[in-house]
């Protein structure tokens, strides 16, 4: 319990620096959002002005408390731009990129998962040697690429094999076609999803290869009958589960921002392009916000991780009361 | 245990209900009850496992089947269908047509907003102006049938058409003329500075609207095709960023500055000449250049505008499509700071001109982009060609350079801002065209809005490029606050002479006399006059050539599949 509150407590710490941190390094940026809304034929006069009416002209101290006060209400404030609240951007683009990461990670586990097992169970050298080069050839294939590969082969009207589409995401959205939605997702989920399965096949290996050297419980479960593979795919599985939760929410965070170049290449209205485009349009309330609730969820990942390997390894928690 | 485990894989085969709870009673009884259930638990339900992954087997090619059976029963269907109409009559005419564009607006409040996205997608289409622009770049009538001018050049008289609306029904007549000018000044809505010479606007009846000038200025009418132009009701409200309501042939049905905005036919429109000839037209921005051929191949858009020209080469010499380049007021403006040290040298500034091969430029971007030479492009008044003023030559330039002091051993160091839409082998080709002459040429490449701010909102830069897209725009060269930091008094008079003339001919006269000066001074390198390559479907018709990027009726496109 008190692990609970003290990780509760830091969480709320880390929130806050990142608040600041956030409001600080945007006002680094030069331009803001009264210059790209002025445009090439602006006059400093007019700028002015339009700084005046976003409040820009108020000192720094002032424009934060003015943001953070929101946030703790749970206001994330309204783009100044596109005069829609930042919230339900966020939450548009998330329908797409949430789904989109989902499906990766499950691609990536369904490929990874087996794979990584397969590479320790076998005794082949020449197997395994061939396993090891497709790990450290996965892992550096960027997804861009693959993603351009795999437009080749399956995207509709470019492909070899035009069965799936190449572009955008339908307008109506999961509501108005889920079939479409999910089809528009396929692609970019195989993406990103075979490079981040190379990242979980090698940790597989090497969380099993660990749990086997170490001896013990696989060599116990061997011992009381079971096979090499039984006692591997078993217990030392079971004893790896903790590390690759780890590595698992890991992955979903990296994806996050991973995800960000498919969507561009698939032209998905994403998180990603939100993001771009908001500071590329200087309008800073809005990527203040999108970038305290992407760190938020960072956290938050990390926190759930936490109790998770406490609850899946009861032994972390005896360690802890000695 | 085997023959039990054989035992009980053959009752599961018969009955798997009872052999699961027989199976859990034979654990619970042995003595080491871990180990026997962890040895059964897999073997325990798996016959009825396995008789799981047969009925998923079963039901995948099951739905596999349906799907491809009626897939091909569609598919056959239009087939038939198109060969029927194939005999009956001609091609069908779509009743959506999807066009892709590059730059997206980010709203749609045209008063406020920059951006020439947005006078792209909504004048003319959803908003109307007074007067209207034609693909020609010259003024039409619009929403008033006519207008006189006094002779002196103050007074304009429009004469409004008859039963005109606005979409939600609302009348549109005079009053909404005025009001809506008057509203522009008062509250300096975007591009009102354009027409600073304009007093007031009052309506006289219900059909007509005079407008009162403090100075003439030949370039008034032009500019009331554009945003100062616009009508609006003074009677409805609307979220301006994220709708627009007008008079135009299309409403807005949706918009979402990061995928589309979709237009449906105003079916309330009060003019005969520009209904909309398609009722769905969808504008998707796609702002990668792969992605926007990738659209147009799978025919997720029927039109792409623009589209690289190098990437357009295989849709040249397919017959499917039409590839065609247009002219538009893009000028790619190499601006020298003229307050800057070492830039003040008219020397140097010269060496720079003559130094730069445009044709090079131009054959790297595909060969399309026409040369330009200075200020004025070809779609505008007082154009003239000045691609001959500081022709290519390197000799010249090297020449110029020792004159002021600096050669390829001892080169003159500059940095050169540009955002990074424009792509880096510009900067790229620039620096090394330039190294032989003995200019140490850096580039810093930067994000639009930080240029917006550094070079163009504070002036500190030494050189600058961007694609300065609005026509009618001479007048920078004669305002020396604007970031060129140009001040030449004969331009500046030759220009007001331009605003006060009240002939077109005399204005473009004046206008090409301070061009021709302004490129001589050489305070900047027009790179090249950008010419907008589209491509679209075949059965595409009603897609302007030219200016696409300024001015896009919509109401004539259709297409025939």
């Known amino acids: 319990m008190r692990f609970v509150i003290r990780r509760l407590l830091l969480f709320a710490a880390a929130l806050f620096g990142i608040s600041v941190l956030v409001f600080a390094a945007l006002r680094i940026l030069p331009g803001d959002v009264a210059v790209v809304m002025a445009g090439t034929n602006a006059t400093a006069a007019r700028v002015a002005e339009l700084r005046a009416e976003f409040g820009l002209d108020r000192p720094y101290p002032v424009q934060y408390l003015d943001w953070a006060a929101g946030l703790l209400h749970g206001d994330l404030g309204m783009s100044a731009l596109t005069g829609r609240a930042v919230a339900a951007q966020v939450g548009r683009r998330a329908a797409i990129t949430f789904p989109l990461i989902v499906m990766s990670l499950v691609v990536a586990l369904a490929v990874g998962l087996p794979l990584g097992c397969a590479a320790v169970i076998t005794r082949n050298p020449r197997l395994r040697g061939f396993f090891h080069v497709l790990a450290i050839a996965g892992g550096a294939v960027p997804a861009l690429w693959s993603g351009l590969l795999l437009l080749l082969l399956f995207g509709r009207g470019v492909g070899l094999l035009g069965v799936l589409p190449s572009q955008g995401f339908p307008a109506d959205g999961w509501t108005g076609a889920p079939g479409r939605a999910f089809a528009s997702l396929v692609l970019p989920a195989f993406a990103t999803g075979f490079v981040a399965a190379a990242g979980i096949m090698r940790y597989t290996r ?22 090499r593979t039984q006692a591997l795919l078993r217990v030392g599985l079971r004893l790896a589960t903790p590390q690759l939760v780890s590595v698992v929410g890991l992955t979903f965070a990296s994806m996050i921002t ?60 005896a360690g802890e009361g000695e | 245990m085997s023959q039990e485990n054989g035992a009980h894989g053959e009752a599961g085969a018969t009955n798997g209900n009872e052999s699961r709870n027989e199976s859990r009673t034979t654990g619970a009884a042995s003595t080491d009850a871990g180990l026997n259930a962890r040895a059964k638990a897999p073997r325990g339900p798996k016959g009825h496992k396995s008789r799981g992954w047969l009925w998923s087997l079963i039901a995948v090619i099951v739905v596999a089947a349906l799907v491809v059976g009626v897939n091909a029963f569609f598919t056959n269907k239009q087939g038939g269908d198109a060969n029927g109409d194939g005999g009956a009559s001609a091609a069908k005419t779509a009743d959506t047509v999807a066009i892709g564009l590059k730059l997206a607006p980010v709203n749609l409040d045209i008063r406020h907003q920059s ?36 002779k002196d050049g103050l007074t304009y008289t429009f004469h409004l058409n008859d039963h005109m609306n606005f979409s939600n029904g609302d009348t549109l007549d005079a009053e909404d003329v005025a009001w809506s000018i008057n ?4 509250r300096k809505y975007y591009n009102y500075d354009q027409v600073a010479n304009l007093d007031k606007a009052e309506a006289v009846d219900a059909h007509t609207v005079r407008i009162t000038l403090s100075a003439p200025d030949s370039n008034m009418l032009w500019y009331l095709t554009g945003r100062p132009g616009l009508v609006y009701d003074k009677d409805a409200t609307w979220d301006e960023k994220t709708g627009a309501l007008g008079s135009g042939p299309y409403t807005v049905e949706s918009f ?12 309330k429109y009060w003019g005969a ?43 040249r010499d397919n017959p499917d499509y039409v590839v065609k380049a247009g002219d538009g007021s893009d000028k790619f403006v190499l601006a020298f700071n003229m307050t800057d040290a070492k830039l003040k040298d008219k020397r140097v500034r010269q060496a720079i001109r003559y130094a730069i091969d445009h044709r090079q430029i131009i054959a790297s971007r595909g060969g399309v982009d026409a040369k330009l030479g200075g200020p004025i492009p ?56 330039l190294k032989p002459i003995g200019v140490d040429l850096k580039i810093d ?117």
């Not at chain 1, 090497?206 to 086997?212: K, M, T, V």
């Not at chain 2, 007074?130 to 693909?135: E, K």
């Not at chain 2, 990061?258 to 079916?267: C, E, G, M, Q, W």
Request: net charge negative; hydrophobic share 40%.
């Open chain 2, 256 to 267: 979402d500055p990061s995928d589309k905005i979709v237009f449906k036919a105003n079916p």
């Open chain 2, 183 to 186: 509203e522009l000044k008062a």
């Open chain 1, 206 to 227: 090497a969380a099993l290869e660990d749990i086997a050297a170490e001896g013990g419980p696989v060599d116990m479960a061997m011992a009381c009958g079971m096979t």
């Open chain 2, 445 to 561: 490449y930067v994000e639009f809005s930080t240029w917006l701010q550094d070079v163009h909102t504070n002036g500190d830069y030494e050189l600058s490029l961007v694609d300065h897209a609005e026509s009618h725009d001479f007048y920078k060269w004669a305002t020396p606050s604007y970031y060129y930091h140009y001040d030449n008094r004969q331009v500046r008079d030759l220009y007001a002479k331009a605003l006060a003339a009240t002939s077109d001919e005399e204005a473009s006269d004046y206008l090409a006399k301070a061009a021709r000066i302004v490129s001589e001074d050489a305070p900047a390198d027009w790179l090249f006059s950008w010419r907008v390559t589209i491509a679209y479907a075949k059965g595409v018709h009603g897609f302007p050539q030219n200016l696409s990027q300024t001015v896009l009726p919509l109401w004539r496109i259709t297409y025939e599949k």
């Open chain 2, 273 to 315: 000449a520009h209904k909309a000839k398609t009722e769905n037209v969808v504008i998707r921005f796609l702002p990668d250049d792969n992605a926007g051929i990738n659209a147009l191949k799978s025919g997720d858009v029927q039109v792409l505008s623009p589209i690289t020209a190098t990437l357009a080469v295989p849709f």
């Open chain 2, 378 to 433: 070809k779609v505008d008044p007082g154009y003239e060609d000045l691609s001959g003023v500081y022709p290519h030559d390197a000799a010249k330039a090297k020449k110029l350079m020792k004159e002021a002091g600096y050669s390829e051993d001892h080169p003159l160091e500059l940095t050169l801002t540009y955002a990074n839409v424009y792509g880096s082998e510009l900067g790229d080709q620039l620096k090394s065209q």
């Open chain 2, 115 to 150: 951006g020439s996205a947005l006078e792209q997608i909504l004048i003319g289409n959803v908003y109307e102006s007074l007067v209207s622009r034609g693909s020609d770049n010259k003024v039409h009538p619009g929403l008033a049938k006519s207008w006189d001018v006094s």
């Open chain 1, 258 to 317: 991973g995800v960000m170049v498919i969507e561009n290449l698939f032209a998905l209205p994403g998180l990603g392009a939100l993001l771009v485009g908001d500071v590329g349009n200087r309008d800073l309330v809005a990527v203040q916000s999108e970038l305290f609730l992407l760190a938020a969820f960072f956290l938050t990942l990390g926190l759930i991780i936490d109790l998770t390997h406490r609850a899946l390894d009861p032994r972390l928690a």
